[in-house]
């Protein structure tokens, strides 16, 4: 293989890796650097063949003699020299001075030129092949890369619910064509059909929202009845473009029960999107996670994602401004998928290190102010009702609690080789750490069913460099105290993401994780170090390979004392993702 080859290969393999392996920033800067290499070279290699092709049909034309004849060895010495001396001139374009060669006999002097000029034909064909797939290589690695500052996505329309109480109902709403808003509302049948006779509530008139939110707001439904399920109605004053009728959209969804009540819940699970990854050439990217939970949709009463919507860091960082973040939620809000299943199904969210960059633990500096607004405007206020200027928040469905962990804004910096910083280091602070315990102490005996929400996972079977930092691992006094606490809190679960793997892990408290991700985004089928049945734990089960992981979590506490729980592990690997890939029965006790 010549240096041409070896260029062109190592550029086709830096782009195949980042469109279908790995979307890193660093093979991004690599594969910039190794096709102007690439195509530099390509190009002299086809001008030198052609060049040189061209210098022999001149020699056919003068019958200029360069072959040697074995039966005339007397002149075997001279021959040579002359096709040196020939070769060393076409090879630096010198002038060639035809008088001094004995013309060739036509015969052999065609085909001479014939086989020539097919060698160069072949050779300058596979160059121009391997420049098309250079070429065709760079401008799907640029339109992946940039895609969302090709289409910024200005004119998305948002309409969407958020968390669902029993008797009320958060909306999402991204509107930027102008014109007074305004919400209508009622109930609709058991069989989701309009109930008759119910005439339409208005929730109130609302000013558009203007380019200081990016044309997002959230507003709330309020006393709305337990149990019940409702169409409701945006309807624009003043319409521009997108109707000329006054109805701009509708949903419908199902208020939660009674606080306390037994209930029956089923919900998704699982982190980390990246629009069209792995790559395909369209007009239309889409979310392939996304697809494949929309088969499973029907009866989802909730969405919990669990971080890294965005990867505001990869495979390029595009700035620190709140319109950078911006960018890249209407970039996902815009896809197909993602249109029709928030419309379906609320979704709730925790935020993780890629919404602000990759594995932040620096507080409040820059650029978490700008990441942060923009989650809010997209996500965050959305979810339920939290602590003033708090990320972390807690709700219940019927019986079943929820708690939410910050695991980013308050986490020490890291110590590195420091076992006294280590021993210190929170990933709680110490307000949220005294919220969450309150919260604990209240639901030990009046939800059936918890779940702690957490963007890292809480098992130490991840034990690369990365984890040892990034997730529970590197704070494991804190861990320790935490789990001390959940160990006395009956039929308690942990959900998490981040690690692009998916495992099922009996933790040393006894209390079960579930940490499943990517829904739809890169995965190492062939390397990671994730160790089983770590110190204390158990791990029931541990999945590599697949862009596509989430799972879907069944609960049920209407059957008495001892609920039951279910997880269902997807992915678009097995079974395309119509039926589950794992699935566990949770060994729950009675909790009162």
């Not at 973040?325 to 993602?338: C, I, N």
């Not at 969210?349 to 650029?367: K, L």
């Not at 110590?415 to 602070?429: I, K, W």
């Not at 059936?448 to 130490?460: Q, Y």
Request: glycine share 4%; aromatic share 12%; net charge neutral.
């Amino acid at each position: 293989m010549n240096i041409v080859n070896a260029a062109s290969a190592l550029h086709l393999l830096f782009s195949a890796s980042l469109l279908w392996v790995v979307p890193s920033q660093h093979l991004f800067l690599a594969d910039m650097v190794a096709f102007p290499v690439s195509l530099f070279l390509l190009v002299r290699e086809i001008a030198s063949k052609w060049s040189i092709a061209t210098a022999i049909e001149r020699l056919r034309r003068h019958s200029i003699e360069i072959c040697i004849d074995d039966a005339q060895s007397e002149s075997s010495s001279r021959e040579s020299s002359i096709s040196g001396a020939v070769n060393r001139r076409i090879k630096h374009h010198e002038h060639l001075d035809l008088s001094q060669y004995k013309p060739l006999p036509e015969k052999a002097a065609v085909l001479l030129t014939k086989a020539s000029r097919d060698g160069h034909k072949r050779l300058s064909l596979f160059n121009a092949l391997l420049l098309l797939a250079d070429l065709v290589m760079f401008i799907m690695c640029l339109d992946f890369v940039y895609r969302p500052l090709l289409t910024p996505g200005l004119d998305l329309f948002i309409f969407r619910p958020g968390h669902v109480s029993h008797n009320s109902a958060k909306l999402h709403i991204r509107y930027p064509d102008g014109g007074d808003l305004e919400l209508r509302y009622k109930e609709l049948g058991s069989d989701w059909i309009p109930a008759r006779n119910v005439p339409w509530e208005s929730a109130g008139v609302f000013e558009p929202p203007t380019n200081a939110t990016d044309f997002t707001m959230t507003t709330a439904l309020m006393n709305l009845q337990p149990s019940t399920k409702y169409i409701v109605a945006l309807h624009c004053r003043q319409p521009t473009l997108h109707s000329q009728t006054a109805l701009l959209s509708s949903l419908e969804f199902k208020t939660a029960p009674i606080p306390g009540d037994p209930a029956h819940l089923r919900f998704a699970t699982g982190s980390c999107i990246k629009p069209n990854f792995p790559y395909r050439p369209t007009l239309s990217p889409d979310i392939r996670g996304f697809a494949s939970i929309l088969d499973h949709s029907d009866d989802l009463d909730m969405i919990v994602f669990l971080g890294d919507f965005i990867y505001a860091d990869l495979p390029l960082y595009f700035g620190s401004t709140v319109e950078d973040y911006r960018r890249l939620y209407r970039q996902v809000y815009r896809t197909k998928s993602a249109y029709r299943l928030v419309r379906k199904v609320p979704m709730i969210h925790v935020y993780d290190d890629h919404e602000i960059m990759n594995n932040w633990h620096a507080g409040d500096a820059p650029p978490m102010g700008s990441a942060l607004a923009a989650y809010n405007e997209y996500n965050g206020l959305a979810n339920p009702p939290s602590p003033t200027n708090r990320a972390y928040y807690n709700f219940t469905y019927g019986d079943i609690a929820f708690y939410a962990w910050d695991t980013r804004r308050y986490r020490s910096r890291w110590e590195t080789e420091n076992e006294v910083g280590r021993s210190r280091a929170t990933m709680l602070g110490k307000e949220q750490k005294v919220h969450f315990t309150q919260w604990l102490a209240a639901v030990n005996h009046t939800a059936a069913v918890k779940f702690v929400i957490s963007s890292v996972p809480l098992t130490f079977g991840w034990s690369n460099e990365d984890s040892s930092q990034d997730t529970w691992r590197g704070y494991p006094t804190e861990r320790a105290e935490i789990l001390e606490l959940t160990r006395h809190v009956p039929n308690l679960f942990f959900l998490s993401g981040d690690r692009h793997e998916m495992a099922a892990v009996e933790l040393p408290s006894g209390n079960m994780e579930f940490s499943t991700s990517p829904i739809s985004q890169f995965t190492f089928p062939l390397v990671g170090q994730f160790r089983a049945n770590m110190t204390g734990e158990t791990t029931l089960h541990h999945r590599r390979p697949g862009h596509v992981k989430y799972g879907i979590l069944d609960v049920d506490t209407r059957s008495g004392p001892v609920p039951r729980v279910t997880y269902n592990l997807y992915t678009t690997d097995v079974h395309q993702g119509k039926q589950p890939a794992w699935t566990y029965e949770a060994k729950c006790s009675a909790w009162r």
